[in-house]
C-alpha cells in the first residue's frame, strides 16, 4: 500500500492499475475500423459540443463496470435521434472511490480498460459515433478509431472539418483519391482493407453519411482505385 498526499486531509490512497474488460464493450473498441464501417453500425451519430466530463468516475457494484458519465451538447444528430439539448455519453475507466475493501478510509483506484476512447476537454466540438446504454438512458463511444472524432480549425477563412478514414475510394475528394494512387495503395490487397484519410467539412457531413448509409455495397470494379 502506498500513501499518496494529493487528498485533502492527508487521506491514504492505494492507487490500482487494472485491465478490465466491461460488460457492455463490443470487439469494436479494439478494432480499426472504416468510416463506411461505424456510420453504418452505429445507432446514432451526433455532432455536438462537450459540455461535463466529471473528474471522478463511478464503480457499477451489480456490472463490475467503472466509468464516467458525460454531458454533450447536441448541435445535430446525422444518424439516427434521441434527447436534445443534451446526453449522457459514458465512457469506460479512470479512478473512482472506494470503501477499501475492509481497508480503513477510502480509497482511490484506477482501471483501465486497454484503449477505450475518452471525451476530449470541454468546450470541445466533436463527432460521436454511438450506441445506447444502460438501457437506454444514456450512450456509449461505438469504436476507438471513429467513435470519438475531434472537429479540427481550417486555415484562415476555411470551414471546420474532421478527419476520417474511407475505405472506398468512390466516398473521398478527388485530392485524397489522388494522394493515394501516389502511395500506390491498393484497396482490394491484404487481409485487411486499406483505409485512406480525407478531411470533410461540417457542411458536407450530412451528406457524407446519407451517401454510406444509402450505398450499395458492391465492390469496385477491379478491386483498386479509381482514376478520377
Not at 491514504?12 to 453500425?41: D, G, K, N, W, Y
Not at 480525407?198 to 450530412?206: G, M, N, P, W
Request: hydrophobic share 40%; with cysteine.
Amino acid at each position: 500500500m502506498k500513501e499518496i498526499r494529493r487528498l485533502a486531509l492527508w487521506v491514504p490512497v492505494l492507487t490500482l492499475l487494472c485491465i478490465a474488460t466491461p460488460s457492455e464493450v463490443s470487439a469494436s473498441l479494439v478494432r480499426q475500423m472504416s468510416f463506411e464501417e461505424v456510420a453504418t453500425q452505429a445507432t446514432v451519430i451526433v455532432l455536438g459540443r462537450v459540455s461535463e466530463i466529471p473528474a471522478m468516475a463511478v464503480y457499477d457494484r451489480a456490472t463490475g463496470d467503472v466509468y464516467r458519465r458525460n454531458r454533450v451538447q447536441v448541435q445535430e444528430y446525422l444518424k439516427g435521434s434521441g434527447p436534445t439539448p443534451e446526453i449522457v455519453v459514458v465512457t469506460l475507466g479512470g479512478e473512482f472511490v472506494t470503501d477499501g475493501l475492509g481497508l480503513k478510509g477510502p480509497r482511490i483506484q484506477f482501471v483501465d480498460y486497454g484503449g477505450a476512447r475518452q471525451l476530449p476537454p470541454v468546450g470541445c466540438e466533436v463527432l460521436l459515433f454511438l450506441r445506447p446504454y444502460a438501457g437506454g438512458e444514456a450512450f456509449i463511444i461505438y469504436s476507438v478509431s471513429h467513435g470519438v472524432i475531434r472537429v479540427q480549425e481550417g486555415e484562415k477563412g476555411q470551414e471546420h472539418f474532421v478527419s476520417l478514414l474511407f475505405r472506398d475510394p468512390d466516398l473521398v475528394s478527388p485530392a485524397a483519391a489522388a494522394r493515394a494512387r501516389e502511395m500506390h495503395l491498393d484497396a482490394s490487397g491484404g487481409p485487411e482493407p486499406i483505409l485512406i484519410s480525407d478531411r470533410v467539412a461540417l457542411s458536407d457531413l450530412k451528406t457524407t453519411v446519407e451517401r454510406v448509409l444509402n450505398r450499395k455495397r458492391k465492390p469496385p470494379a477491379g478491386g483498386g482505385l479509381k482514376a478520377p
